[in-house]
């Protein structure tokens, strides 16, 4: 071809005849020296291939690279730099290719077709009913999202080839290819944190996570772009090959880099064909039909003619009656929902999940980083997405996967903790798997775990431990995952809306309902009994005060009144007294609070302030416990539950609960008022419990109150100072813990000059600049704005 060239130039035209000086330039090489015919034709075909290249693309490598050679100790050579250095034989300058041809090969070939799954496949993969198109969807949120498609045929050995070129890709927006082989069963995310595949991608890097090192990669092994070339991938297997077990990238039938090893972990495992991609339209290519789109410098089979000896056959089988299964998983929150979902996943493989903590794991497993923490809004059933994406932050992604899987035949499992227990929401989920090739699955795990599932369970925990941990000790009463601080399964305000419409499938439509933990009767007795606990602990949030709780309390108001108004009337008359009379043996007798020694002494008339307080606190508890199990009116509240204690309190009495006005915690006030109430177990459920029946008389709580204080003062002169009360004098803790009264706080800035001046003027001092007009100190010099009147100095506005 260069000689045709050269001959026809003399008869082209003037302006586009080469000069003669160009033409022998041309028949040079760099050296200056004159070329070969080898040389010039490699030229001249050089020069045709620049000519018939697609628009956009990049110019192919000319030069192929040996294994060992000194250009391959440094990486691939740029053909740039290449032209600097000047060849001195043609022999270097085209090394020899490092595969060779296959050999011809009689073994049994491969019955099944060989392509690209969309059974193993991301739910939003679309492939043409041939196979070779491959797509995504692109639109509301799911173009931030990777996408994963799997060949239905793995390679245990020898040396096959599988295309993939780019046809199209959506403008302005990022977008990803990456092409590799992965292990059955595994992440279809290449080259996110997955130690079970290895891949290159559009950049020229190369991905060789190690279970140690989930992020190990090797950057630029070639320097071109995948572009819209046909990207070749030749996995060799074969371990007679001087390049065994090594993945190399052909570029338009060029080699692009040197051949890659495969990481050790992964060797003599079947290798399936995978491409992980993001908003771009591929052609897929595995040789069906002896289709190959760039022939390569040797001859390779592709992997459609892999031998059956070297093949192995995914386990996504399709069903032979062609019934998908949809599996619904029903169990308690925070009673192992999640983990029995877990457990059907790894059981029933071939299932793909469908719950919004499916569309959490794929958000990061395609990158994305939450830009703030979820909150405490956030749980299991329903996590709060903050990716900073609104097609992801407001889940547009999920209604379209609920379309996409009625339309597909694959089996599903729906993990949704709530709406699984609730009739309405399971009547629902059968009407959009109604398709005649469905059949949905109720799986129900209540109570006591099966022995299958404690013994995953427990291997699953053990293998999650760290290995600088010892091994976990896990008894026969560990049943479920432990959950971090904060996790919970579901909201507890959606489970005070919903829990007493929880129930088990019964003639809903489920071609079948399983028990796989307890059968029947044990888990129907288990949820009814579930439910009545969960209803003791749930918060009643419209509960109001009865009238028995109003009577009793404006009693009680009114009793406190009159024994603190009588009181300060006896401690006037007991002035001249050197001591507290000890009123202990006349309490058993007393029938009288104002009288309790016949005398004219108060039951109440030696007490301090902590006496007071421990009388309010003994009373109020013990109003409180009645009253709520009066206004609950349900045998199954026997009382309110210990984390509700307070948030009742406030309900009835209309302020905080305070145990520190006694400097203590509210254990140490349920030790100091043991005699009126206490926690009590119902069921799973500690609630508030009193000693005392609803009947009982105020003058019954001031006589254990006054026996109390007696008793206190016995202590205490016998040395026992744990027995003294150090109160705060606003009822605050100190910041240290400990019970002693609190400083007044301090006034600051504007405030606290103007209560100076106050002050100041109260005692005489003069005027407010203390006599020191424009003085250090003064308010003129500190302010700069004052004014001296005839009587001292002028306060500026706003202070």
Not at 136 to 156: D, P
């Amino acid at each position: 071809l260069k000689g045709l060239l050269l001959e026809s130039r003399p008869a082209m035209a003037d302006e586009e005849a080469t000069p003669p000086a160009a033409l022998s330039e041309e028949a040079k090489d760099p050296a200056g020296e004159p070329r070969s015919e080898a040389a010039a034709e490699a030229a001249a075909e050089d020069t045709t291939k620049d000519a018939v290249m697609e628009p956009g693309s990049e110019a192919p490598a000319k030069k192929n690279v040996e294994v060992g050679s000194a250009e391959a100790a440094d990486g691939m050579a740029v053909d740039e730099a290449a032209a600097e250095q000047p060849a001195k034989s043609s022999e270097k300058a085209e090394p020899k290719e490092v595969e060779i041809d296959s050999a011809p090969d009689s073994r049994e070939r491969v019955s099944q077709a060989v392509a690209f799954s969309d059974y193993d496949a991301t739910p939003d993969v679309i492939l043409s009913r041939d196979g070779t198109i491959l797509s995504s969807l692109s639109q509301k949120g799911f173009q931030q999202l990777l996408s994963g498609v799997r060949s239905n045929t793995g390679m245990k050995a020898g040396r096959y080839l599988f295309e993939v070129k780019l046809l199209e890709r959506i403008p302005d927006i990022d977008f990803a290819i990456r092409v590799g082989v992965s292990t059955a069963k595994s992440s279809l995310f290449l080259g996110n944190g997955n130690a079970d595949g290895v891949c290159f991608d559009h950049s020229g890097t190369y991905f060789t996570p190690t279970p140690e090192d989930l992020s190990k990669s090797k950057e630029k092994v070639f320097r071109q772009t995948f572009g819209y070339k046909v990207v070749g991938i030749v996995v060799n297997l074969d371990p007679e090959s001087p390049n065994k077990n090594t993945l190399s990238v052909f570029l338009d039938g060029v080699r692009a880099g040197e051949p890659e090893p495969l990481p050790s972990h992964l060797l003599g495992k079947a290798l399936y064909p995978t491409v992980t991609f993001k908003n771009v339209t591929l052609m897929v290519n595995l040789g069906t039909g002896g289709t190959q789109l760039r022939k390569l410098p040797f001859a390779c089979r592709m992997l459609s003619d892999i031998a059956a000896a070297d093949h192995e056959a995914s386990s996504f089988t399709r069903p032979a009656d062609g019934k998908y299964s949809v599996l619904v998983p029903i169990g308690l929150p925070e009673e192992g929902v999640f983990d029995l979902a877990d457990w059907l996943l790894e059981t029933c493989p071939g299932h793909v999940e469908l719950s919004d903590r499916a569309i959490d794991d794929w958000c990061k497993k395609s990158g994305l980083v939450p830009i703030r923490e979820a909150g405490p809004r956030s749980t299991k059933d329903r996590p709060v997405f903050q990716y900073g994406y609104p097609g992801i932050d407001n889940k547009s992604v999920r209604p379209m996967l609920q379309t996409l899987a009625k339309l597909a035949k694959r089996n599903f499992i729906v993990v949704e903790a709530k709406a699984n227990l609730l009739k309405k929401d399971r009547e629902e989920l059968l009407k959009q798997f109604s398709a005649p090739h469905f059949k949905v699955i109720a799986k129900v795990g209540l109570g006591q775990p099966s022995d299958a599932f404690l013994s995953w369970l427990h291997g699953r925990l053990q293998a999650g431990a760290s290995e600088d941990d010892k091994p976990l000790e896990l008894g026969p009463d560990v049943w479920f995952t432990p959950k971090a601080a904060g996790e919970v399964d579901v909201a507890p305000r959606i489970l005070q809306a919903s829990y007493s419409s929880f129930s088990l499938p019964v003639d809903e439509g489920f071609s079948e309902t399983e028990y796989v933990w307890q059968p029947k009767h044990a888990a129907e007795e288990h949820l009814n009994g579930w439910i009545r606990d969960r209803k003791a602990s749930l918060l009643i949030e419209d509960l109001k005060p009865g009238a028995w709780f109003q009577e009793k309390h404006e009693a009680w108001q009114a009793a406190v009144k009159e024994m603190k108004a009588k009181h300060l009337d006896f401690q006037a008359k007991r002035a001249e007294e050197t001591g507290d009379r000890d009123l202990r043996g006349d309490l058993a007798e007393a029938t009288s609070l104002h009288d309790a020694d016949g005398a004219g002494t108060p039951m109440y008339g030696y007490f301090e302030r902590e006496d007071w307080l421990l009388l309010a606190w003994r009373f109020e508890l013990w109003l409180l416990a009645h009253s709520f199990r009066k206004d609950a009116n349900d045998a199954d509240r026997p009382g309110i539950p210990v984390e509700h204690l307070a948030t009742y309190f406030r309900t009835y009495y209309q302020r905080d609960l305070n145990p520190k006005s006694l400097g203590c915690t509210l254990d140490q006030v349920f030790e100091l008022i043991a005699d009126a109430v206490k926690w009590e177990e119902k069921g799973k459920v500690k609630v508030l419990a009193t000693k005392l029946s609803e009947e009982t008389e105020l003058l019954q709580l001031v006589q254990t109150t006054e026996a109390s204080r007696c008793d206190r003062i016995r202590r205490i002169e016998a040395g026992d100072e744990s027995a003294r009360f150090q109160l705060p004098e606003d009822g605050r803790q100190t910041k240290a813990g400990a019970r002693a009264p609190l400083k007044a706080p301090r006034l600051a800035g504007k405030a606290a000059r103007f209560q100076a001046k106050v002050k100041s003027a109260e005692a005489g001092e003069g005027r407010a600049g203390h006599g020191r007009e424009g003085g250090k100190g003064s308010w003129r010099s500190r302010r700069g704005k004052g004014e001296k009147g005839e009587k001292g100095e002028k306060v500026t506005k706003g202070e």
